[in-house]
């Protein structure tokens, strides 16, 4: 069964960025959909946006297009998630995630995510 | 972008009653692409639901999902003690995803 390990908490100040990464064990990787979802302090959940590793472009949420770039390198089973220009309403944990479907052939991303990492806090703050 | 309306906000339940849980869509989602989520503090969600009404291996049957078009639901059929916690539908059939503002299940 595949795992999904994520890096450590991140304290930032304003107008910084932040990577956090990913790390997939026991599995295929680079064939599934690896999205980015965080949430908030006493909020709901957000998809940031996703990537398929086996054909690299990358998908974003419009919220965060221009601020985010996702990334996958299949030869070590990372995947990352770089965000600039930290502001405060960023503070949240960052989950990545894997999605359903096994991809053969180029398709989309959106899926429903049966593996989820432990989660990354990332805190902004001056 | 697909709004997802949860209801309602907070459920106050006993353990061995019946949960019944309710996720509007804006506009109309496939059935295929309906998923709902258990959330429990200091963890990660957990997949409970996809395709409106299909388990992942291991989710046990007390949970199921019903409905179509705009209108879909989560039903836990007898709570047990693990089951209190929040829950989130998300659809997947557009992009951005998106997910409904969730459901507490609290006990009563």
């Known amino acids: 069964q595949m795992q999904l390990v994520q890096s450590g908490a991140e304290a930032k100040k304003p107008g910084s960025s932040v990577t956090v990464s990913c790390e997939a064990s026991g599995g295929k990787f680079y064939s599934y959909a690896i999205s980015w979802v965080r949430q908030a302090p006493g909020q709901g959940l957000e998809w940031m946006g996703g990537i398929i590793p086996l054909f690299g472009t990358a998908k974003y949420a419009q919220t965060f297009r221009g601020r985010i770039t996702i990334t996958a390198d299949k030869s070590t089973n990372i995947a990352s998630m770089e965000l600039r220009s930290l502001r405060s309403e960023d503070t949240a944990v960052y989950y990545c995630?894997?999605?359903?479907?096994?991809?053969?052939?180029?398709?989309?991303?959106?899926?429903?995510?049966?593996?989820w990492g432990q989660g990354t806090m990332v805190t902004v703050s001056s | 972008e697909i709004v997802l309306t949860q209801s309602p906000g907070t459920l106050s339940l006993s353990p061995g009653e019946r949960a019944t849980l309710s996720c509007r869509v804006s506009q109309t989602v496939s059935r295929s692409s309906l998923a709902w989520y258990q959330h429990k503090p200091g963890q990660a969600p957990r997949l409970l639901i996809y395709g409106t009404s299909k388990r992942p291996t291991g989710i046990p049957d007390r949970f199921s999902g019903s409905g179509s078009g705009t209108d879909f639901t989560l039903t836990i059929s007898r709570l047990e003690p693990e089951d209190f916690a929040v829950y989130y539908c998300?659809?997947?059939?557009?992009?951005?995803?998106?997910f409904g503002g969730g459901t507490k299940v609290e006990i009563k």
């Open positions: 998300q659809q997947y059939g557009g992009s951005p995803l998106t």
């Open positions: 995630v894997r999605g359903l479907k096994y991809h053969y052939e180029v398709g989309d991303l959106e899926d429903a995510f049966d593996i």
